[in-house]
């Protein structure tokens, strides 16, 4: 229905930074919050942050100053910045549309997901 690409992972050090890119297929991207969730081996995947169409955020404890969400309107692409990344933040990365306002918490997704990209975080 919405569907994604994501892209811009990689292997770091800890304290490194990456970034994040997360584009649409045949929709306006610009027109939809989106989410950012991530699952680690062994883990069920969580919520990690979201932005409205508007670029209200939301985020998760864990990650919560030192990962950035962002959106470029004339580039239709929604962004995840990290920064101090940390052994704990290794998993696989997605992105996904969100179905309703960005509020105290993130909406649900509609349930469409890209194929990921993964972090690894290690020394």
């Known amino acids: 229905q919405f569907p994604v690409v994501e892209s811009g992972g990689g292997s770091v050090r800890p304290g490194g930074s990456l970034r994040l890119s997360c584009a649409a297929s045949?929709?306006?991207?610009?027109?939809?919050?989106v989410g950012w969730f991530r699952q680690a081996p062994g883990k069920e995947r969580e919520e990690v942050s979201c932005?409205?169409?508007?670029?209200?955020?939301n985020y998760a404890t864990s990650v919560k100053g030192r990962f950035s969400v962002s959106r470029d309107y004339t580039k239709d692409a929604v962004y995840l910045q990290m920064n101090s990344l940390r052994t704990e933040d290794t998993a696989a990365y997605y992105c996904?549309?969100?179905?309703?306002?960005?509020?105290?918490?993130?909406?649900?997704?509609?349930?469409?997901w890209g194929q990921g990209t993964q972090v690894t975080v290690s020394s």
């Open positions: 932005i409205s169409s508007g670029g209200a955020t």
């Open positions: 996904t549309v969100l179905n309703g306002p960005v509020r105290d918490t993130c909406p649900p997704s509609f349930g469409t």
């Open positions: 045949g929709f306006t991207l610009n027109r939809y919050a």
